[in-house]
């Protein structure tokens, strides 16, 4: 602090020295009448003090410092004598650290800070503070000191002195409490962004950034602690939904016991800790926790898994939640399951479904294999089953059994261009039954990663009611003969039949499976069959088991197959069999279907087939002529374009000739005194013309003599030729 000779306003200058007339300081002054204990003069000397100060337009430091240590020295000796809202007021106005007065409330405090946590105070202010360890001991030791030994036994026990601590001790918290919230306003006031941002509190002396955000931290916990244990919702509240600086782990016991369920769950979602705001909704749901002010905490957890997508935690709640709505627990995990996850991952939660909620784990099923397209075969044979299930359980039902046989009975005794299916669908009350049926078929035909067998072992024994899904299963099994006889001979659909040799070896086609999708709202069921549903394209929806082309040897075997089934049922079936000979001529061959059709049988069954079939033999063959001659004229359009070009180059081409044109050529072709034709002599037209060795004749050729071991190439000086050996 300035030292006091600075402030002397009169000097006397002497021979040998200099005095100074000092005037008393504000601390002297304050300090002599705070020992004489006159307290209100104290206060009338600061607050004088402090009016003086404000009338400045500038004030000097040491004369704020000088103000908040009077302010303090007189906050705690009000303290000591439990003067508590004197000791407040005074403290406030020396902006005394708040941590300084909460530590004086072990029971508030907690573990904000520790015992070795220390904050700065003045040294003539901490010689004054209160020994005490808390409040409570302060107030005894007053109690002591002005009543004891006048209340019997002793001043802790007597009724009175237990009142009047109790009264005490109500004051000295609302003291506290007042405090802060006029602390905290301050420095809201002070500066709008120390909330925000943390900068240092002005008004604050002394006080680093680390020391204004535990003092933060220490002012908004304990305020919360307070309005909770003094019921003072409204401000709990109002504390809460401002931005603050409450140490959640302290907050959080003293919540819980006092049943304030709504403001932790605002803490715990300003703290973003999703795992405890779930499980405290979920004590609410469960009856654990009762809250009037928490509305819905099931759809609060709804709510917060879906904004936040964290697959570990839709995992853990998910099972927990199908038993309270399954519902919306299964549009939970469909959301956040379409990423990376293993056949192991799926199967394991939907066992945990299944445990959970039969229904659920149903759903949740068909979700992984009709629209996350699943290639699990276990997952496919499990829905397989379930449909066979419930197939047979609607069998339970004699009425069902007794439609079913009249449709198939009423199908195969009419004439219909349409499938049995088709027929049965748009002929057969819309019922649970009957979609239970379709949506079997569609998933027999469409999915092909099940065990067809072990499903047909299932429904043969009412094989005479689910034919049609029996055909089937004999066509995945590849028992195709057996497919298209059940069919033909005992459902009587001769369509589904054809359809069956066309698609190879299928027997519901990609537009009946769209229709009964639009229909019987079974669109996830028939995209195993067809993508496209009422002209959407749904991303990753393919068909699980349509090719993309059929095999032409498969198909025409089908078609044989089909063809022997048709003629096994001698000549009543020849009009029909005429019809599919006339309609897949192109896949059937005249020798072989001349040699199947009874002798006995009228031409005029087989005349169409065969004319149609030479007609379309006679055509093939003319087409063929036709593009060989083509082929040839190209050609000779090319070797003419090309032979210009290849003599340029110096190549002679010569092509073998029939014996008569050899003949004809050699009779015209000029001889040598050989009989040699001259074509054959390289170098015969070119003597011809005279250009060899220079001469124009062919007496001065150079003779070569093959047994010469000279020089083996030499220079003719006179014709300026070269000859070699």
Known sequence: MQPSLSRANVLILGSSSVQALVPSTLIAQADALLDAHRLEDVADLADQ??????????????????????????????????????????????????????????????????????????????????????????????????????????????????????????????????????????????????????????????????????????????????????????????????????????????????????????????????????????????????????????????????????????????????????????????????????????????????????????????????????????????????????????????????????????????????????????????????RMRLQTVLFLQGSPLYNPQAIRDRLVEHQKILRLELAILDGKLGEHRAALTSLVHDLKDTTSAEIYCTLGGEVVPAKTAQSLGERFSLQAWASLLVPTISGKQRPGAVPMSRPVTVDSDLKKSLIRILLEVYLSEGEAAAERTARFLNAQAMNLDVLDVASLIPPDWPLRILSTFVARSLRRTLHARHEGQIVKALSAAENLVVAERTWLVQREEGAIIEEAADDDEADEGLADEKLDEKGVPMSFDEKASLRATGLVNGTHGEDEAVEIDPTHKETNLRTNLDTGTETGT
């Open 49 to 434: 003090q402090r009016k003086k100060l404000q009338a400045m337009a500038h004030v000097d430091q040491h004369e704020t410092e000088e103000l908040c240590y009077v302010y303090q020295r007189l906050g705690f000796q009000c303290l000591t004598e439990t003067l508590f809202d004197d000791a407040g007021r005074h403290l406030f106005a020396g902006e005394l650290d708040p941590r300084v007065l909460i530590s004086y409330y072990p029971d508030l405090r907690g573990a904000i800070f520790g015992d070795f946590d220390t904050v700065d105070v003045f040294a003539g202010v901490a010689e004054h503070m209160p020994r005490e360890q808390a409040i409570d001991d302060i107030i005894a030791a007053n109690l002591v000191r002005n009543y004891s030994p006048h209340l019997a036994p002793n001043t802790r026990t007597a009724a009175p002195t237990i009142e009047l601590r109790n009264i005490l001790n109500m004051t000295a918290r609302d003291m506290l409490e007042a405090y802060l919230r006029k602390w905290r306003r301050k420095a809201k006031l002070e500066d709008a962004s120390c909330l925000g941002t943390r900068p240092c509190i002005r008004w604050l002396l002394g006080l680093t950034l680390t020391s204004i955000a535990h003092s933060l931290q220490a002012v908004d916990t304990v305020l919360a602690k307070l309005y909770a244990a003094h019921d003072k919702n409204s401000e709990l509240h109002e504390l809460l939904s401002q931005e603050n600086y409450i140490v959640l782990t302290e907050i959080e016991p003293v919540l819980q016991q006092t049943r304030r369920y709504n403001a932790l769950c605002n803490l715990y979602q300003q703290s973003g800790d999703d795992a405890k705001l779930l499980e405290s909704w979920a004590k609410l749901v469960n009856g654990e926790w009762t809250a009037g002010d928490v509305p819905d905490p099931l759809s609060k957890m709804f709510a917060l898994l879906s904004e936040k997508r964290d697959r570990a935690l839709i995992q853990q709640w998910g099972i927990w939640l199908t038993k309270r709505d399954p519902d919306r627990a299964l549009k939970l995990l469909m959301s956040v399951n379409s990423g990376k996850r293993t056949p192991e991952d799926d199967r394991s939660l939907l066992q945990q479904l299944h445990d959970a909620d039969a229904s659920a784990g149903q759903r949740y099923l068909e979700y992984l294999v009709l629209q996350k397209r699943s290639l699990d075969p276990e997952l496919h044979m499990q829905l397989a089953m379930s449909c066979v299930k419930q197939l047979l359980n609607c069998l339970l039902n004699e009425s069902t059994v007794k439609l079913w046989r009249a449709k198939a009975s009423s199908y195969s005794s009419s004439r219909n261009d349409s499938s049995f299916l088709s027929y049965f669908a748009s002929t057969t009350p819309d019922s649970v039954q009957t």
